[in-house]
């Protein structure tokens, strides 16, 4: 089984609220990553979760904040973001981040998010 | 710092005929090279990569891609088309050194299959 699963597909939120996304894996990768993605855009890499430690924070504003409960969960915790964070947000899981392997990565079908 | 150049925005075949997804690559040291697709409003497909071995990499769905590191290349082919393959197409690359992590993605080729 090499599905990452996402909830919610669809997230619209005000300037002021505050929301989470959720991601999830079952194949026992140890490494997991948030990217955002703008139409007909390469994913950008936000934050990289390795053994359920925050290994890389790409310069992300601090409305993005990254979670990590267990090794199989990741969260994305949301707070007064700007119309310009919509986009679509995808997890990611791969076996591992650090070693010299090429270990591909596995995403989920994404949150699709509308800040109004 | 590493790069990957998708050369075109859009390949249009017919189907039944072959396609080709062109992709080349900088970077320093040994390459890590993969390919992703992506359908309209869903999440990156893993297609494809190539780690060390033989030139020519089998994927899914009948894709294939081969590894040419003197022209620093990595075209992804299919011998004959179908329409479902219509999609967004990621080429990536990412460094083998000790330390590398990034991951770096080409800007995307969308492939239309003409029926």
């Known amino acids: 089984d090499t599905e990452v699963t996402q909830t919610p597909k669809h997230l619209v939120m005000g300037m002021t609220n505050k929301k989470s996304l959720k991601c999830e894996q079952h194949m026992g990768h140890r490494a997991m990553y948030w990217y955002k993605q703008k139409a007909k855009k390469p994913p950008e890499l936000m934050f990289v979760?390795?053994?359920?430690?925050?290994?890389i924070n790409e310069s992300v504003p601090s409305r993005f904040s990254p979670e990590c409960p267990n090794s199989s969960l990741l969260n994305l915790h949301l707070h007064a973001l700007q119309p310009e964070d919509s986009a679509l947000y995808l997890c990611?899981?791969?076996?591992?981040?650090?070693?010299?392997?090429?270990?591909?990565?596995?995403f989920g079908p994404g949150t699709r998010l509308t800040v109004t | 710092a590493q790069s990957v150049a998708q050369p075109e925005d859009q390949v249009n075949v017919a189907e039944g005929n072959p396609l080709t997804v062109k992709c080349t690559y900088s970077v320093s040291g040994n390459p890590y090279l993969f390919w992703y697709v992506q359908y309209p409003n869903r999440g990156l497909q893993f297609l494809l990569k190539y780690i060390t071995g033989d030139n020519l990499v089998k994927g899914s769905y009948g894709f294939e891609a081969e590894f040419n590191k003197s022209q620093t290349s990595f075209h992804l082919k299919k011998p004959s088309a179908l329409v479902s393959d219509s999609a967004l197409y990621f080429c990536?690359?990412?460094?083998?050194?000790?330390?590398?992590?990034?991951?770096?993605f080409g800007k995307g080729t969308k492939l239309s299959v003409i029926p």
């Open positions: 979760y390795s053994y359920e430690k925050l290994s």
């Open positions: 990536a690359v990412r460094a083998s050194g000790a330390g590398s992590y990034q991951l770096t």
């Open positions: 990611a899981s791969s076996q591992e981040f650090e070693k010299m392997r090429g270990y591909e990565q596995y």
